[in-house]
């Protein structure tokens, strides 16, 4: 299969929109991460989907909505609680989980009784939505385990000839995947962190402390592996545990610090390449995974990253860092 590269024109979207509604792959920008695109309605092209990520088949998708009237398309219910985060956060990234119309395919719920839905706040997203005239779902546009897709680069690495087209709308803004909420009850029980944050959500104390018992099936697989180990390293710690591991490696060591961590002192005159120097969690958070694909082609054995505090955007940086470092530690199952 040849994967048509398409612009965001017209013509393009119109393009895209056609072999959408004819049971295509399409990898499309969202304001998080590109997805994967398929009509959601069409079992056969959502079993293609799974085929071309190599995705576990018990890892349920999200929903692409044009707006909220069209959440009902997809969930028998909008709940109160459901209707307040829509109109706080949609368009935005941020998915809703709700209890599923029996219509919706087991292929996109993975046969639970609930189905994750977003509207995303993308141009070209949207576009594709009110052209196709379908609900769409879209998991991440990369490889299973592979870090997610933030340029279209990305996705042509993983995906190149396994879909039938990507459209590119260049680099994705927030650079990770939406907030995962549980919204069928009166308050948000948050599944996958995400560019929602809990301050933003308003979760605090015992919603929060089910965070962690709640998550969504997905966060159970391995994930976001570069070809090449992660080292997370405490905030401001990160020049030396790189010098550290020049040393215990013998080779040259990639290092992504902080800005506001602190100097990046020990580094003259060793193997540290320094890959970056974010200002801040958002800065880190939206390039992350760009980051961490262009270190397997920077001739290094390993990167270093500095942790950041636990808050705001920096929970949603951290999950996907310790799940990065897990993944690739020598003694994870892959
Ligand atoms: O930002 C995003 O969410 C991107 C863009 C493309 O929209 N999509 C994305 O999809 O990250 P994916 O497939 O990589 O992650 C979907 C997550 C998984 O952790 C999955 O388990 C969870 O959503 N999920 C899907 N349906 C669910 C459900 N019914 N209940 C709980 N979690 C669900
Ligand atoms: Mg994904």
Redesign the pocket.
């Known amino acids: 299969m040849t994967t048509l590269r398409l612009t965001s024109s017209h013509d393009d979207l119109a393009r895209a929109a056609e072999i959408l509604c004819a049971g295509g792959l399409v990898a499309i920008p969202?304001e998080?991460?590109?997805?994967l695109a398929v009509r959601a309605d069409d079992a056969d092209a959502v079993a293609r989907l799974y085929v071309a990520k190599d995705r576990p088949a018990d890892?349920?998708?999200?929903v692409?909505v044009a707006d909220v009237d069209a959440v009902l398309s997809v969930a028998r219910e909008v709940t109160p609680l459901a209707r307040d985060l829509l109109a706080r956060f949609a368009p935005g990234?941020l998915?809703l989980?709700l209890p599923a119309r029996d219509d919706v395919p087991d292929a996109v719920?993975a046969g639970?009784d609930?189905?994750?839905v977003?509207i995303?706040d993308h141009p070209v997203a949207l576009a594709l939505l009110h052209l196709a005239g379908v609900p769409l779902a879209?998991?991440?546009a990369n490889r299973s385990t592979r870090p997610?897709p933030t340029r279209v680069e990305h996705v042509l690495a993983d995906l190149d000839g396994r879909i039938d087209a990507v459209v590119d709308g260049g680099p994705t803004r927030v650079g990770l995947?939406?907030t995962?909420v549980d919204a069928r009850g009166v308050v948000p029980i948050v599944?996958?962190e995400?560019g929602v944050t809990h301050e933003m959500l308003g979760v605090t104390g015992v919603a929060e402390a089910r965070t962690s018992a709640h998550r969504?099936?997905?966060?159970r697989h391995r994930h976001y592996a570069p070809a090449l180990p992660v080292h997370l390293a405490e905030p401001g710690t990160g020049p030396g545990v790189a010098v550290a591991l020049v040393a215990e490696l013998g080779g040259p060591v990639g290092l992504i610090a902080v800005r506001a961590s602190g100097a990046l002192e020990p580094l003259t005159a060793t193997d540290v390449t320094v890959l970056a120097v974010p200002r801040d969690a958002a800065e880190l958070g939206a390039e992350m995974f760009t980051l961490l694909r262009a270190a397997e082609s920077r001739g290094v054995a390993a990167v270093v990253v500095e942790a950041v505090a636990e808050e705001g955007i920096g929970r949603a940086v951290m999950d996907r860092l310790r799940r990065a470092a897990d993944a690739t530690a020598p003694t994870s199952a892959s």
């Open positions: 969202t998080t991460v590109y997805g890892n349920p998708l999200i692409h990234p998915t989980v719920t639970l609930t189905v994750a977003r995303p879209a998991p991440s997610s995947e939406s995962v599944l996958r995400g969504s099936p997905g966060t």
